[in-house]
């Protein structure tokens, strides 16, 4: 399911029309029914929280429908080796948790 479709199954959902999510998300019905038509990118992470707090859904899921990665998160993780750290975790690289936290350069 892309980002869209999310949008408008979980609009109505809660029997919402484009323009009341609209109203609610402070944007455009018209660009709403766009982005609900896959018909322009996603918009800016803004504007997707704007539309998940709206619909009372989670900003996450739908950051991450739209292919984007939370700024919040990016501003955790911080630097590169982190970065490097959990791609090791993902694949299995570390024996164990407190190997993980010493590359992600967390105490244990």
């Known amino acids: 399911m892309d980002f869209g479709e999310r949008v408008r199954e979980l609009r109505k959902a809660q029997g919402m029309s484009q323009r009341d999510l609209a109203e609610r998300a402070d944007i455009d ?3 709403l029914s766009k982005i609900e038509n896959g018909r322009i990118e996603p918009p800016s992470e803004d504007a997707i929280r704007r539309i998940a707090y709206g619909l009372d859904a ?7 429908l739209a292919h984007k ?4 998160l990016a501003q955790e993780i911080g630097t590169l080796s982190r970065v490097t750290a959990l791609r090791r975790e993902l694949a299995g690289d570390f024996n164990s948790a407190e190997d993980f936290r010493k590359a992600f350069g967390q105490r244990p």
């Open 29 to 31: 019905f018209t660009y």
């Open 69 to 72: 990665f939370p700024s919040d």
């Open 58 to 64: 989670n900003p996450d899921e739908l950051i991450l």
